[in-house]
């Protein structure tokens, strides 16, 4: 149940919280950090999102877009990727739209060099 009568305000930025312990980091801290409008933060998107509404946690709300941008790769800086070595979220890029920071797969990197 969100606390929210309906969504938060503006945009706004959230995050995935961990409900348990993993070998990452221990439970109530930040998988995923995101920005967001509207129902963002509780639709499906290339990041699982939490069964237990409960640990969607809005960090900040009735932002700007780029205000929401802004807090969004601050967070992520703050937190850091699992994908290269700096913490504990799974975001894969450095946020802040676009894919900016993304670290390309094999097969990414071998199907572009094939369509260059």
Do not use: F
């Not at 969100?2 to 070998?23: C, E, F, Q, T």
């Not at 290339?46 to 802004?70: R, Y």
């Amino acid at each position: 149940m969100s606390i929210y009568s309906k969504y938060p305000l503006g945009y706004y930025v959230y995050a995935y919280i961990r409900n348990k312990d993993s070998n990452i980091a221990p439970a109530g801290t930040p998988y995923y950090i995101g920005k967001g409008k509207g129902s963002r933060a509780w639709n499906e998107h290339q990041i699982t999102v939490p069964s237990d509404k409960n640990c969607i946690v809005i960090m900040e709300q009735n932002l700007t877009d780029t205000g929401a941008l802004a807090l969004e790769r601050r967070y992520i800086l703050w937190y850091g990727r699992v994908d290269i070595g700096t913490g504990i979220l799974r975001n894969l890029t450095d946020g802040g739209d676009g894919s900016s920071g993304a670290k390309p797969t094999i097969d990414t990197i071998k199907r572009r060099s094939i369509a260059n």
